[in-house]
Protein backbone atom coordinates (compact mmCIF):
# COMPACT_ATOMS: atom_id res chain seq x y z
CA UNK A 1 0.00 0.00 0.00
CA UNK A 2 2.55 2.54 0.96
CA UNK A 3 4.55 1.86 -2.11
CA UNK A 4 1.58 2.39 -4.55
CA UNK A 5 0.79 5.82 -2.69
CA UNK A 6 4.19 6.76 -3.01
CA UNK A 7 4.57 6.04 -6.86
CA UNK A 8 0.90 8.39 -6.89
CA UNK A 9 2.89 10.90 -5.09
CA UNK A 10 5.58 10.39 -7.88
CA UNK A 11 3.22 10.72 -10.94
CA UNK A 12 1.78 13.70 -9.53
CA UNK A 13 4.88 15.26 -8.90
CA UNK A 14 6.51 14.42 -12.58
CA UNK A 15 2.73 15.67 -13.87
CA UNK A 16 3.38 19.63 -12.10
CA UNK A 17 7.20 19.13 -13.66
CA UNK A 18 8.75 18.40 -10.57
CA UNK A 19 12.21 16.11 -10.97
CA UNK A 20 13.98 13.83 -8.78
CA UNK A 21 11.36 11.60 -8.02
CA UNK A 22 11.98 8.70 -5.72
CA UNK A 23 9.49 6.40 -3.44
CA UNK A 24 10.76 5.81 0.28
CA UNK A 25 11.07 2.28 0.03
CA UNK A 26 13.52 1.81 -3.58
CA UNK A 27 11.29 2.13 -6.55
CA UNK A 28 12.01 3.96 -9.39
CA UNK A 29 15.59 2.87 -9.11
CA UNK A 30 16.33 4.43 -5.81
CA UNK A 31 19.01 2.36 -3.93
CA UNK A 32 18.63 -0.31 -1.64
CA UNK A 33 20.59 -0.99 1.41
CA UNK A 34 21.14 -4.34 2.22
CA UNK A 35 22.84 -5.51 5.68
CA UNK A 36 23.29 -8.54 7.85
CA UNK A 37 22.92 -8.44 11.58
CA UNK A 38 22.21 -10.95 14.46
CA UNK A 39 22.54 -13.65 10.93
CA UNK A 40 19.49 -11.83 9.85
CA UNK A 41 19.51 -10.11 6.51
CA UNK A 42 17.80 -6.75 6.40
CA UNK A 43 17.04 -4.40 3.74
CA UNK A 44 16.79 -0.62 3.89
CA UNK A 45 14.73 1.80 1.51
CA UNK A 46 17.28 5.31 1.33
CA UNK A 47 14.25 7.67 0.77
CA UNK A 48 13.56 10.21 3.31
CA UNK A 49 11.61 7.99 5.82
CA UNK A 50 13.70 4.67 5.91
CA UNK A 51 11.89 1.28 5.32
CA UNK A 52 13.07 -1.87 6.46
CA UNK A 53 12.47 -5.19 5.92
CA UNK A 54 13.80 -8.85 6.95
CA UNK A 55 14.14 -10.31 3.63
CA UNK A 56 15.98 -13.64 5.55
CA UNK A 57 15.45 -14.83 8.82
CA UNK A 58 17.94 -16.65 10.83
CA UNK A 59 17.43 -20.27 11.59
CA UNK A 60 16.68 -20.12 15.04
CA UNK A 61 13.41 -17.71 14.18
CA UNK A 62 12.55 -19.43 11.27
CA UNK A 63 12.52 -23.26 10.61
CA UNK A 64 13.55 -22.65 7.19
CA UNK A 65 15.53 -19.75 7.53
CA UNK A 66 19.38 -19.09 6.74
CA UNK A 67 21.89 -17.57 9.26
CA UNK A 68 23.33 -14.86 7.11
CA UNK A 69 26.43 -12.57 7.73
CA UNK A 70 29.36 -10.35 5.90
CA UNK A 71 29.52 -8.36 2.52
CA UNK A 72 26.04 -8.81 0.23
CA UNK A 73 27.45 -8.33 -3.16
CA UNK A 74 25.14 -8.32 -6.79
CA UNK A 75 25.95 -10.16 -10.10
CA UNK A 76 26.82 -7.20 -12.35
CA UNK A 77 24.76 -8.72 -15.12
CA UNK A 78 20.93 -7.93 -13.63
CA UNK A 79 19.97 -11.44 -12.59
CA UNK A 80 19.22 -9.93 -9.20
CA UNK A 81 21.51 -12.81 -7.95
CA UNK A 82 23.67 -11.42 -4.65
CA UNK A 83 26.18 -13.23 -2.53
CA UNK A 84 26.38 -13.50 1.42
CA UNK A 85 28.57 -15.44 4.03
CA UNK A 86 26.30 -18.17 5.07
CA UNK A 87 26.59 -20.61 7.84
CA UNK A 88 23.14 -22.45 8.96
CA UNK A 89 23.91 -25.80 10.95
CA UNK A 90 27.92 -25.36 11.03
CA UNK A 91 30.35 -27.04 11.42
CA UNK A 92 27.65 -29.48 9.10
CA UNK A 93 27.67 -28.20 6.70
CA UNK A 94 30.85 -25.92 7.09
CA UNK A 95 30.68 -22.64 6.70
CA UNK A 96 30.55 -20.67 2.95
CA UNK A 97 29.15 -18.27 0.41
CA UNK A 98 25.37 -18.50 -0.28
CA UNK A 99 24.08 -17.77 -3.68
CA UNK A 100 20.56 -15.91 -3.68
CA UNK A 101 17.93 -14.81 -5.94
CA UNK A 102 16.44 -11.90 -5.28
CA UNK A 103 12.94 -10.79 -6.66
CA UNK A 104 10.44 -7.99 -5.84
CA UNK A 105 12.58 -4.11 -6.25
CA UNK A 106 10.68 -2.73 -3.30
CA UNK A 107 11.04 -2.99 0.30
CA UNK A 108 8.79 -4.54 1.63
CA UNK A 109 8.02 -6.95 -0.57
CA UNK A 110 11.39 -8.09 -1.26
CA UNK A 111 12.15 -11.97 -0.93
CA UNK A 112 15.06 -14.11 -1.79
CA UNK A 113 15.35 -18.09 -2.87
CA UNK A 114 18.90 -19.75 -2.27
CA UNK A 115 20.30 -21.18 -5.34
CA UNK A 116 23.41 -22.37 -4.60
CA UNK A 117 26.55 -22.44 -2.27
CA UNK A 118 30.12 -21.85 -2.63
CA UNK A 119 32.25 -23.83 0.04
CA UNK A 120 35.80 -23.85 -0.30
CA UNK A 121 38.58 -25.53 2.02
CA UNK A 122 40.11 -24.01 4.55
CA UNK A 123 43.57 -23.57 6.18
CA UNK A 124 43.76 -24.54 9.91
CA UNK A 125 39.71 -25.26 10.30
CA UNK A 126 40.69 -27.69 13.05
CA UNK A 127 41.74 -24.52 15.06
CA UNK A 128 39.83 -21.83 14.26
CA UNK A 129 35.66 -21.46 13.00
CA UNK A 130 36.00 -20.99 9.14
CA UNK A 131 34.51 -17.62 8.88
CA UNK A 132 33.51 -16.44 5.39
CA UNK A 133 33.07 -12.69 5.31
CA UNK A 134 33.97 -10.46 1.59
CA UNK A 135 32.72 -10.85 -1.72
CA UNK A 136 32.67 -8.58 -5.35
CA UNK A 137 31.84 -9.31 -8.90
CA UNK A 138 33.98 -9.45 -11.42
CA UNK A 139 32.75 -7.63 -14.92
CA UNK A 140 32.74 -10.65 -16.46
CA UNK A 141 30.44 -12.82 -13.44
CA UNK A 142 34.07 -13.94 -12.03
CA UNK A 143 33.31 -13.79 -8.07
CA UNK A 144 35.97 -12.83 -5.56
CA UNK A 145 35.25 -13.70 -2.17
CA UNK A 146 37.05 -13.32 1.32
CA UNK A 147 37.73 -15.83 4.55
CA UNK A 148 38.71 -14.14 7.87
CA UNK A 149 41.14 -16.62 8.87
CA UNK A 150 42.83 -16.34 12.00
CA UNK A 151 41.73 -12.83 13.79
CA UNK A 152 43.37 -12.70 16.65
CA UNK A 153 46.45 -14.78 16.97
CA UNK A 154 48.56 -17.43 15.14
CA UNK A 155 49.49 -17.12 11.16
CA UNK A 156 47.86 -15.27 9.19
CA UNK A 157 45.86 -17.36 6.63
CA UNK A 158 43.16 -15.44 5.32
CA UNK A 159 42.05 -16.35 2.23
CA UNK A 160 40.95 -15.06 -1.03
CA UNK A 161 39.13 -16.84 -3.58
CA UNK A 162 38.19 -15.88 -7.26
CA UNK A 163 35.12 -18.22 -8.25
CA UNK A 164 34.32 -19.02 -12.08
CA UNK A 165 30.73 -19.71 -13.42
CA UNK A 166 28.33 -21.26 -13.76
CA UNK A 167 28.44 -20.33 -9.61
CA UNK A 168 25.11 -22.54 -9.30
CA UNK A 169 26.24 -25.63 -9.48
CA UNK A 170 26.67 -28.75 -6.97
CA UNK A 171 30.57 -28.07 -7.30
CA UNK A 172 31.58 -24.71 -8.76
CA UNK A 173 35.19 -24.51 -9.63
CA UNK A 174 37.73 -22.09 -7.66
CA UNK A 175 41.28 -21.03 -7.73
CA UNK A 176 42.52 -19.31 -4.64
CA UNK A 177 44.66 -16.24 -5.03
CA UNK A 178 46.05 -15.98 -1.62
CA UNK A 179 46.23 -17.88 1.91
CA UNK A 180 48.49 -15.65 3.63
CA UNK A 181 45.69 -12.99 4.50
CA UNK A 182 46.65 -11.09 8.02
CA UNK A 183 42.32 -11.28 9.33
CA UNK A 184 41.31 -10.85 5.81
CA UNK A 185 38.00 -8.41 5.49
CA UNK A 186 36.01 -6.13 2.38
CA UNK A 187 36.40 -7.26 -1.20
CA UNK A 188 36.49 -4.25 -3.49
CA UNK A 189 36.41 -4.66 -7.39
CA UNK A 190 37.27 -1.65 -9.86
CA UNK A 191 36.04 -0.27 -13.27
CA UNK A 192 39.59 -2.50 -14.64
CA UNK A 193 39.19 -5.67 -12.85
CA UNK A 194 41.77 -5.07 -9.96
CA UNK A 195 40.78 -6.62 -6.36
CA UNK A 196 41.28 -4.85 -3.43
CA UNK A 197 41.06 -6.80 0.06
CA UNK A 198 41.11 -5.29 3.96
CA UNK A 199 43.84 -7.21 6.46
CA UNK A 200 43.62 -5.82 10.08
CA UNK A 201 46.66 -7.36 11.28
CA UNK A 202 50.19 -8.45 10.00
CA UNK A 203 50.81 -5.90 7.54
CA UNK A 204 47.86 -4.38 7.85
CA UNK A 205 46.21 -2.39 5.12
CA UNK A 206 44.50 -2.88 2.09
CA UNK A 207 46.10 -5.45 -0.55
CA UNK A 208 45.28 -4.99 -4.58
CA UNK A 209 45.70 -8.08 -6.58
CA UNK A 210 46.00 -7.95 -10.48
CA UNK A 211 46.98 -11.10 -13.07
CA UNK A 212 43.88 -12.46 -11.83
CA UNK A 213 43.36 -16.28 -12.89
CA UNK A 214 40.86 -17.68 -15.89
CA UNK A 215 40.23 -20.88 -14.79
CA UNK A 216 41.49 -23.73 -12.38
CA UNK A 217 44.14 -25.11 -14.23
CA UNK A 218 47.62 -24.25 -14.79
CA UNK A 219 46.37 -22.81 -18.19
CA UNK A 220 44.23 -20.39 -16.83
CA UNK A 221 46.99 -19.10 -14.06
CA UNK A 222 46.13 -22.13 -11.30
CA UNK A 223 48.81 -24.85 -11.31
CA UNK A 224 49.55 -24.66 -7.90
CA UNK A 225 47.71 -26.59 -4.81
CA UNK A 226 47.89 -25.13 -0.91
CA UNK A 227 47.93 -27.05 2.45
CA UNK A 228 44.24 -28.41 2.14
CA UNK A 229 44.93 -29.63 -1.73
CA UNK A 230 42.82 -27.33 -3.05
CA UNK A 231 43.93 -24.84 -6.55
CA UNK A 232 46.32 -22.23 -6.03
CA UNK A 233 47.13 -19.20 -8.37
CA UNK A 234 50.59 -19.30 -10.19
CA UNK A 235 49.75 -15.87 -11.43
CA UNK A 236 48.40 -13.53 -9.41
CA UNK A 237 50.14 -10.24 -8.80
CA UNK A 238 49.85 -8.83 -4.78
CA UNK A 239 50.75 -5.66 -3.61
CA UNK A 240 50.26 -3.57 -0.38
CA UNK A 241 48.26 -0.74 -2.21
CA UNK A 242 47.41 1.27 1.25
CA UNK A 243 49.48 0.81 4.66
CA UNK A 244 47.70 0.94 7.60
CA UNK A 245 48.18 4.02 9.56
CA UNK A 246 47.14 6.42 12.49
CA UNK A 247 44.17 6.89 10.45
CA UNK A 248 43.45 3.60 9.92
CA UNK A 249 44.63 1.41 12.27
CA UNK A 250 42.30 -1.39 11.96
CA UNK A 251 41.71 -2.08 8.45
CA UNK A 252 38.61 -3.17 7.76
CA UNK A 253 36.00 -1.78 4.92
CA UNK A 254 37.22 -1.02 1.87
CA UNK A 255 34.99 0.39 -1.34
CA UNK A 256 35.43 3.51 -4.54
CA UNK A 257 34.11 6.40 -5.20
CA UNK A 258 32.49 8.11 -7.92
CA UNK A 259 35.11 10.24 -7.67
CA UNK A 260 38.11 7.40 -8.47
CA UNK A 261 39.27 7.44 -4.95
CA UNK A 262 38.69 4.82 -1.95
CA UNK A 263 37.22 4.97 1.42
CA UNK A 264 38.53 2.44 4.05
CA UNK A 265 37.29 1.82 7.43
CA UNK A 266 38.66 1.11 11.45
CA UNK A 267 36.32 -0.19 13.36
CA UNK A 268 38.50 0.10 16.41
CA UNK A 269 39.04 4.18 15.49
CA UNK A 270 35.18 4.57 14.94
CA UNK A 271 37.29 6.63 11.23
CA UNK A 272 36.13 6.21 7.63
CA UNK A 273 39.41 7.80 5.05
CA UNK A 274 39.23 8.76 1.98
CA UNK A 275 42.62 7.53 -0.05
CA UNK A 276 43.36 8.66 -3.46
CA UNK A 277 43.60 6.88 -6.63
CA UNK A 278 47.55 6.48 -6.02
CA UNK A 279 46.98 4.80 -2.29
CA UNK A 280 48.08 7.93 -0.72
CA UNK A 281 45.78 9.39 1.95
CA UNK A 282 43.46 12.53 1.49
CA UNK A 283 41.20 13.08 4.24
CA UNK A 284 38.45 11.61 6.84
CA UNK A 285 35.06 11.62 6.09
CA UNK A 286 33.97 9.89 9.63
CA UNK A 287 35.77 10.42 13.07
CA UNK A 288 34.37 10.24 16.54
CA UNK A 289 34.14 14.06 17.97
CA UNK A 290 36.99 15.06 19.96
CA UNK A 291 37.66 14.13 22.99
CA UNK A 292 35.42 10.55 22.83
CA UNK A 293 36.64 6.98 23.94
CA UNK A 294 35.55 4.29 23.40
CA UNK A 295 34.21 2.89 27.11
CA UNK A 296 30.88 1.09 28.42
CA UNK A 297 29.15 3.37 25.74
CA UNK A 298 30.68 3.30 21.59
CA UNK A 299 31.62 6.32 20.04
CA UNK A 300 28.43 8.49 19.18
CA UNK A 301 29.44 8.46 15.63
CA UNK A 302 29.81 4.71 15.23
CA UNK A 303 32.84 2.04 14.83
CA UNK A 304 32.22 1.26 10.90
CA UNK A 305 33.28 -1.75 9.52
CA UNK A 306 31.67 -3.07 6.21
CA UNK A 307 31.05 0.14 4.44
CA UNK A 308 29.14 0.79 0.78
CA UNK A 309 28.67 3.67 -1.77
CA UNK A 310 25.50 4.33 -3.93
CA UNK A 311 26.07 5.94 -7.12
CA UNK A 312 25.32 9.57 -6.06
CA UNK A 313 28.35 8.56 -3.72
CA UNK A 314 26.41 8.76 -0.48
CA UNK A 315 28.14 6.50 1.92
CA UNK A 316 26.47 3.47 4.39
CA UNK A 317 28.49 1.76 7.13
CA UNK A 318 27.54 -1.23 9.72
CA UNK A 319 28.32 0.18 13.15
CA UNK A 320 29.31 -3.39 15.04
CA UNK A 321 28.64 -0.43 18.51
CA UNK A 322 31.80 -1.45 19.96
CA UNK A 323 32.18 -0.92 23.52
CA UNK A 324 35.51 -1.34 26.56
CA UNK A 325 33.82 -3.48 29.53
CA UNK A 326 36.05 -5.90 31.32
CA UNK A 327 39.20 -4.39 29.57
CA UNK A 328 38.21 -5.93 25.99
CA UNK A 329 36.39 -4.80 23.36
CA UNK A 330 33.47 -6.16 21.55
CA UNK A 331 29.77 -5.29 20.25
CA UNK A 332 27.81 -4.34 23.24
CA UNK A 333 24.19 -5.39 23.68
CA UNK A 334 22.48 -4.03 20.79
CA UNK A 335 24.45 -1.22 20.68
CA UNK A 336 24.98 -1.64 16.62
CA UNK A 337 23.32 0.65 13.67
CA UNK A 338 23.43 1.58 10.51
CA UNK A 339 24.04 4.70 9.38
CA UNK A 340 24.43 6.66 6.07
CA UNK A 341 26.91 9.70 5.65
CA UNK A 342 25.56 12.62 2.66
CA UNK A 343 27.32 15.48 0.90
CA UNK A 344 26.70 18.78 0.64
CA UNK A 345 28.85 19.29 -2.38
CA UNK A 346 31.82 17.84 -1.25
CA UNK A 347 31.58 18.20 2.47
CA UNK A 348 30.62 15.36 4.16
CA UNK A 349 27.49 15.74 6.58
CA UNK A 350 27.20 14.09 9.88
CA UNK A 351 26.05 10.42 9.82
CA UNK A 352 22.64 9.35 9.89
CA UNK A 353 21.02 5.95 11.57
CA UNK A 354 19.25 4.52 9.38
CA UNK A 355 18.84 1.70 11.95
CA UNK A 356 19.65 1.02 15.55
CA UNK A 357 19.41 -1.65 18.62
CA UNK A 358 20.95 -3.95 16.29
CA UNK A 359 23.19 -7.24 17.06
CA UNK A 360 26.39 -7.12 15.31
CA UNK A 361 25.46 -5.70 12.02
CA UNK A 362 29.03 -6.44 10.37
CA UNK A 363 28.73 -4.99 6.73
CA UNK A 364 26.23 -3.73 3.75
CA UNK A 365 25.89 -3.85 0.38
CA UNK A 366 24.19 -1.31 -2.45
CA UNK A 367 21.39 -3.06 -5.04
CA UNK A 368 19.88 -0.32 -7.46
CA UNK A 369 16.71 -2.17 -9.04
Known sequence: MAGRVARLMCAAALALGAGGCSDATGGNGEPIVFGPEGNNLNAYSTGANVVKQTVIRNSDEDPNGRDINGQVCFAPDGSRVFVAGEDTGQPN???GFGLFQLSGSEVGS???????????????????IPDPYGCSFLSDGRLVTSDIGNNQSGPAN????????????????????????GTAGQVYVDAENRVYVTSSRVEPGVYRYTNLPTSADAAGGCGATDETGAPLSTSVVRERFIVADANIPTVNGVTGTPQGTFYVSSV???????????????????EPPAGETIGFD???????????????GT???????????????????RTGTVRRIR???????????????????????????
Not at 323 to 332: D, M, Q, S
Not at 343 to 367: H, K, N, Y
Open 93 to 95: PPA
Open 110 to 128: LSASQIGKLTPTYPGAETS
Open 158 to 181: GQVIVWFPPLDVASPSYCKIDVTV
Open 268 to 286: LSGVIAEYGADGKFVRRIL
Open 298 to 312: PYSTGTPLGIAVDRT
Open 315 to 333: VYYADLGLVLRNGRFGPGP
Open 343 to 369: FAGEIPQPPEAMDSGLRFPDAVGVFTP
